[in-house]
């Protein structure tokens, strides 16, 4: 952790410790001070979008206000503005990251769009038949489909590592699972459903020993955990603006410099190319390559506000923030009845899982929100997870850095609540 240093996190004042000053940091967030349904906002729904600090949405309103323009093609001003503004929005990507170049970073419109990316020109060009991409059996649905459609397309296999009761990897399993055969491990830093935070370092090396190309999942990870990926070592790491404190349809595809100049355009339009005629096209330099049409300007803009907002605080301090909470939050509901947690994984992250006996997690969460209280309930785009621990839904309370302990109690009261009308 960080201590004794001086941080003037979250607006104005000096919070002088290694703790967060949550309810300063709150007030830098409008949406949470407001009633749901009659009672206090308790938003525990992050693991599906973050909130908004104002310096996010001040940005989008200073975009939109003083200097709208398309980038990388105007010589006027405002264009020059903005496009100076989206590439230091690059550089802040790269930054949070620690990727060696800001061509590294390319701004796509979410995780989704970055593993569709990277199957469909990674995984287009060298796949071939026979060959096997690796997935874990805790992988959101987006880091599932793409690479079964180019599986089906290429003649390739698709290969699980399987969990155990726990909802940790086996990683003995993982480890047969490698061989010559297999040209992409594709696994989550952070598992949605379950909150398991997998050894991705060491899954990292492993995969190496037979040259396969890794991509980390880092929808949940990127704003939770500080990151390297250059100690990581992984070829492509991908996360979501929304998730990160920013808006919705911009995302990060970070990849190593030289793969990405290796490797076909995803899409064909404008920004991509160098030259076009109608016999040939030439292609454009990585990032620019991999960014056709009008990128998300201002999506791009606010992100990187968001990343100095939370790097400013830190992401160390984040960490141990959520990990307070999600112990205390674990605690409470441990202790109620009919209640059992799914995902007892010994490293996890500030995700709770959980099913009540003969209680629809629907119900659950219909309930939850008459007290204010903002979960999400269903399969969480992880159908697979629902299946391996053989329930059709959970309820999921998920924490960021702005939420408290009291804001656990209210949960833990509305749980009660629900246990009373049914029973
Ligand atoms: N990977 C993981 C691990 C995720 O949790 C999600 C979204 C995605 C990929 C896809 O992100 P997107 O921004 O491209 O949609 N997870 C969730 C969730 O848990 N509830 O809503 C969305």
Known sequence: MTTGQSMTAAGSSSIGESRLDVEQIRQDFPILGQQVNGKPLVYLDNAATAQKPRVVIDAIQEYYQTYNSNIHRGVHHLSQVATEAYEK?????????????SREIIFVRSTTEAINLVAQTFGRERLQAGDEVVVSAMEHHSNIVPWQMICQEKDARLRVIPINDKGELLLEEYERLLSERTRVVAVTHISNALGTINPIEQMIEMAHQYDAAVLIDGAQGAPHL?????????????????????????????????????LPPYQGGGEMILSVSFEETTYNVVPHRFEAGTPNIVGAIALGKAIDYVIHIGLERIAYHEDELFRYATQQLSGL????????????????????????AHDVGTILDQ??????TGHHCAQPVMDRFEVPATSRASFAFYNTKEEVDVLVEGIGKVIEVFK
């Open 89 to 101: 929005a690059r550089v802040k990507a790269q930054r949070l990251l620690n990727a060696s170049e």
């Open 226 to 262: 500080p990151l390297d990926v250059q100690a990581l070592d992984c070829e492509f790491y991908a996360f979501s603006g929304h998730k990160f404190y920013g808006p919705t349809g911009v995302g990060v595809l970070y990849g190593k410099g030289d793969l990405l100049d290796s």
């Open 337 to 360: 009845p009919d209640l059992t947690i799914i995902g007892t994984a010994d490293s996890k992250a500030s995700i709770i899982s959980f099913v009540m006996d003969d209680i629809h």
């Open 371 to 376: 007290e204010g209280v903002a979960v999400r």
